[in-house]
């Protein structure tokens, strides 16, 4: 069983998600968490399908599958917020969803994430680094402003989620990207996104507010 926080975002292994926590249901999570042992604090990101994130009753449908948010750092308020650090780490699938505290649990299944065929990885990783840099001048060039693209780490798998976590896509696409069965898979189809966004962006000019500066990976 794991506490749930449904967002309107995707979180990726590996990269850091800060959440301000003002909703009482969410303060209650919180406090329990800290009543546990650190390497128990920790609750499970899953993406809202439809609805919304704020009101008891906006939340109508969830995604399957989630990763885990660890607690890393926390910043406690006199009128009861927070503000939280938290790092993803494991994927999930939620099997049973349930409502019997003021926030929601859910009974779930770890998921592997396997890397897949060396070989491949190895063959799409210096494809998806050029197709990421190409993306990026075009997020540039389209937004007008000068973009800082973070350091892409040396991993395969670990380039998989911050191309996921990164990228200007909607729910759909970048929830898709998390379900890969494996870290292959979620390049070769990152590499495909990567390629048709900037493609998209080259066409139109335009872009929406891009998630570059707001995902982080974690160095190790």
């Keep these: 069983m794991l506490p749930l926080f449904p967002l309107g975002t995707v979180l990726f292994p590996g990269l850091v998600l800060p959440l301000h926590v003002f909703e009482e249901r969410y303060r209650d999570l919180v406090r329990d968490l800290l009543e546990l042992p650190e390497q128990e604090q920790r609750f499970g990101v899953v993406c809202i399908r439809e609805g919304r994130e704020v009101g008891t009753d906006g939340i109508t449908a969830l995604y399957d599958v989630g990763c885990i948010a660890q607690l890393s750092q926390v910043q406690a308020y006199d009128d009861g917020r927070y503000d939280l650090v938290t790092v993803g780490t494991e994927l999930f699938h939620l099997d049973e969803l349930q409502s019997d505290r ?26 998806v ?15 007008g ?46 590499l495909t996104l990567l390629r048709r966004e900037a493609g998209v ?7 929406p507010a891009p998630e570059l500066a707001r995902a982080h990976a974690l160095p190790n």
């Design 201 to 207: 962006l080259q066409a139109l000019r335009a872009v």
């Design 145 to 190: 402003a000068e973009i800082e693209a973070p350091e892409l780490p040396g991993d395969p798998q670990v380039l998989g989620h911050l191309v996921g976590a990164t990228m200007a896509l909607d729910l759909a696409d970048r929830q898709d990207l998390l379900e890969q069965p494996d870290g292959v898979a979620r390049l070769r189809r990152g």
């Design 129 to 143: 680094r050029v197709a990421f840099g190409g993306y990026v001048a075009q997020l540039g060039a389209a937004s």
């Design 102 to 127: 003021p926030y929601f649990t859910g009974s779930v299944t770890l998921l592997e994430d396997p890397t897949g065929d060396p070989a491949e990885a190895r063959m799409l990783d210096p494809l």
